[in-house]
């Protein structure tokens, strides 16, 4: 865990994936998190997982995937004393993060208003599928909704099997990325005004802007995006290849890495070929440039055409499952997991993924492993100042 955010108190009031991951990318850069659950079994990811026994503990792989670092405690905000609670923990905080639907904390009386009464600063994240406005905001939200209605399920697969779901979560993702962004954006201005902030985090639109190049093709061109498979549209030859055993991604975007390519498997008349010669015959030929490139490829293995072709300058990457890039030298040198041996509710060590960063040189690893349900409860209100002293913060 870097220092980066050091003295930053985090609520952390969230459920499942965009807003947990948000809070742990705070949790990393060095903010101490208090992740406030719900009594009756806390956030749902403590159930959800590839173990049913880790479930059953309340500790389920997605929980352990983005809370290590946080400390917990449970509230239930429908109680005054447990809100009086909270609200203490509120004076006290720098940010709060919460991705309930639009108007959960208002009807609670606990929404940005009536917060930052306690706590004038304060930087309240509100993370949502769409938004505080709009027909959709009290739409129910998860991952594969936003998927689909993004567009990325449209130009996702092939054009016989589109459109498909990504496989991973990576809608709810990005909206705990961009969280993470604006919360540490709006930290800046705090610290220097000691002015607070109300962030609208819509994943719909979190999905959209990463979804640039596409859009702008349509916006700008008129050239609506269509699945392409493991093709790129820009360039060609880039995409996957067949190799004598597995497939092999090259990005030969550029026309001297193309010259290179075609040199390197041993057909250097491919690049004055006229179907092939330039960047707009190559993307109009590109299905019968592949196949030349295949049938040249099955002569060595993905691993042996990697090494050649990087030496070179033209991009290549063997296509590996998750266990595979795990233990590639490149992740482990770079210290991508950190490991925990006694873990509440696991009798096996627990290996977690940090950011995707370094910070002067060291990876920011969480130094706690995630937390069990309510187990920090008295440390955290036993070390709360008084609620006037501390909501006068700046």
Not at 9 to 27: E, I, K, M
Not at 90 to 113: H, Q, W
Not at 116 to 140: E, H
Not at 311 to 321: E, F, K, S
């Amino acid at each position: 865990m870097t220092d980066l955010l050091s003295g930053i108190r985090v609520l952390d009031l969230t459920n499942v994936l965009a807003g947990p991951y948000c809070a742990y990318q705070l949790g990393l850069l060095g903010a101490d998190v208090i992740k406030v659950e719900a009594p009756q079994g806390g956030d749902l990811a403590r159930q959800l997982g590839g173990s049913p026994k880790l479930n059953q503990a309340g500790m389920g792989a997605s929980f352990l995937a983005q809370n290590a670092g946080k400390r917990s405690v449970t509230l239930d905000l429908k109680t005054a004393a447990d809100r009086e609670r909270f609200l203490d923990l509120v004076a006290s905080a720098d940010a709060l993060v919460e991705n309930f639907r639009p108007g959960v904390m208002d009807r609670l009386g606990l929404g940005y208003i009536e917060l930052k009464a306690v706590r004038p600063g304060l930087i309240y994240c509100a993370i949502s599928g769409f938004g505080q406005t709009g027909p959709m905001r009290d739409n129910p939200a998860y991952d594969q909704i936003i998927q689909g209605l993004s567009g990325i399920m449209s130009i996702t697969g092939t054009p016989e099997t589109a459109p498909l779901r990504v496989g991973y979560p990576v809608a709810d993702t990005l909206g705990g990325l961009v969280g993470a962004f604006a919360v540490a954006s709006a930290l800046v201005r705090q610290k220097a005004s000691g002015e607070g902030a109300f962030l609208d985090v819509s994943m719909l639109e979190c999905t959209l802007s990463a979804l640039g190049w596409p859009v702008s093709n349509y916006l700008t061109a008129g050239l609506d995006p269509k699945p392409m498979g493991n093709e790129n549209m820009t360039a060609a030859p880039s995409g996957a290849f067949r190799t004598s055993d597995g497939l092999l991604n090259i990005a030969a975007n550029k026309q001297e890495q193309f010259v290179t390519l075609c040199r390197l498997i041993g057909r250097p008349e491919l690049a004055s070929d006229p179907r092939f010669a330039e960047r707009e015959t190559r993307k109009k030929n590109r299905a019968a440039l592949k196949a030349e490139i295949e049938d040249a490829l099955r002569a060595a293995p993905a691993a042996a055409w990697e090494e050649t072709l990087n030496r070179a300058g033209v991009p290549a990457g063997r296509v590996l499952t998750i266990p595979q890039v795990l233990a590639e030298p490149q992740v482990l040198e770079r210290q991508v997991t950190a490991n925990f041996d006694d873990v509440a509710g696991m009798d096996t060590p627990l290996t977690v993924l940090r950011g995707g960063f370094m910070v002067d040189g060291e990876a920011p690893l969480p130094t706690k492993p995630p937390p069990a349900l309510n187990a920090h409860r008295d440390e955290i209100f036993a070390g709360l100042p008084p609620r006037a002293k501390a909501g006068a913060r700046a």
